[in-house]
Nanobody, 126 residues
Framework: QVQLVESGGGRVQAGGSLRLSCAASGGTFSSYAMGWFRQSPGKEREFVAT????????YYADSVKGRFTISRDNAKNMVYLQMNSLTPEDTAVYYC???????????????????WGQGTQVTVSS
């Protein structure tokens, strides 16, 4: 089955930037809608961003719109999340997800994603 591995997390001061990467293997990457979700302590996992099969459509949660950019490179089986103007409210574990069923062009719902990475920690200090 498809495996996803995130990298690029770390600690950064407020106003700084990080770029998260997600490497996929074991499937047909270009057939998958991809998404980023995040989870803070004591809170539910929430949608961050999604991108369509070939990157033609991208959508974001209101909380990150204008600051975060999702992109993908199907030749490398990679998806990225560029995070700018980070605030302490962005502190969370960030998860990469793939719709391995190939059903959705893009999706905001975590239930639509069948494969998940292990997560990478992002900590933003004041």
């Amino acid at each position: 089955q498809v495996q996803l591995v995130e990298s690029g997390g770390g600690r950064v001061q407020a106003g700084g930037s990080l770029r998260l990467s997600c490497a996929a293997s074991g499937g047909t990457f270009s057939s998958y809608a991809m998404g980023w979700f995040r989870q803070s302590p004591g809170k539910e996992r929430e949608f961050v961003a999604t991108i369509s099969w070939r990157g033609g459509a991208t959508y974001y949660a209101d909380s990150v719109k204008g600051r975060f950019t999702i992109s993908r490179d199907n030749a490398k089986n990679m998806v990225y999340l560029q995070m700018n103007s980070l605030t302490p409210e962005d502190t969370a574990v960030y998860y990469c997800a793939a719709d391995v069923s190939g059903t959705f062009y893009y999706s905001f719902r975590e239930a639509d994603y069948g494969s998940w990475g292990q997560g990478t920690q992002v900590t933003v200090s004041s």
